[in-house]
């Protein structure tokens, strides 16, 4: 069975600083879909980012960014310049590429962003 | 566009009362999910549904049902409220294999 873990429950930086979110996976696939998910206090769960498997480059989306290690099982998250309006709390996920499959969420790691 | 909605936003129950919490999507997803979120459990995935007609059972379905009538309208009863209920409750949709897009959450509360 696919499973994710996130094992930074919870961190803080200085706004402006630049922060990395860890993300490792487990599954036997050669292609899936991988995600990051941001849920600000508002509790709206918003998809910052995915990577397709089969694709070797980093997925990127303005100041946020991935390190998408294949072999190592390991997706994690980059956000450059941190803005106080990036405190959230973040989910990493797996889908394999099937129809039918489920999406599993991590844990989830909440990000403080302190001006 | 509204995306995928919820009804209601907020509700507290009292123990053995029943209530049906309405997802509806205008984004033309065959794939609907009920999640509950706990603290420090994540998302745990409740009953899901591949198309209109059709439901299926997640990973904690216990003390709940759903129904899809209609392809736009996910549906999701609790019968008797217990208070391991208390959560707040996300309805997602997608194309199906592929990333999912989120309502803006129910909390419910049961006293």
């Known amino acids: 069975a696919q499973t994710v873990t996130q094992s930074q429950p919870e961190m803080s930086v200085q706004e402006a600083e630049t922060v990395t979110l860890s993300c490792t996976y487990d599954?036997?696939?050669?292609?899936?879909?991988l995600f990051w998910y941001k849920q600000p206090p508002s509790r709206q769960m918003i998809l910052v980012i995915r990577?397709?498997?089969?694709?070797?480059q980093n997925a990127t989306e303005n100041r946020f960014s991935v390190n998408f290690q294949k072999a190592a099982k390991s997706f994690s998250l980059k956000i450059s310049d941190s803005q106080l309006g990036d405190t959230a709390m973040y989910f990493c996920a797996f889908i394999g590429m099937n129809r039918d499959d489920k999406i599993i969420f991590g844990k989830g790691t909440r990000l403080h962003i302190l001006p | 566009n509204a995306g995928v909605t919820q009804t209601p936003k907020f509700r507290v129950l009292k123990t053995g009362q029943s209530m049906t919490l309405l997802c509806a999507q205008d984004m033309n997803h065959e794939y609907m999910y009920w999640y509950r979120q706990d603290p420090g459990m994540g998302l745990r995935l409740i009953h899901y549904s591949v198309g209109e007609g059709t439901t299926a059972k997640g990973e904690v379905p216990d003390g709940y049902n759903v129904s899809r009538l209609k392809k736009q309208n996910f549906l999701l009863g609790l019968e008797s409220a217990a208070p391991s209920q208390t959560s707040v409750y996300f309805c997602?949709?997608?194309?199906?294999?592929?990333?999912?897009?989120f309502g803006p959450g129910t909390r419910l509360t049961v006293t």
């Open positions: 599954t036997s696939e050669s292609n899936y879909y």
């Open positions: 997602a949709t997608s194309r199906g294999g592929n990333e999912q897009y």
């Open positions: 990577q397709e498997a089969y694709k070797q």
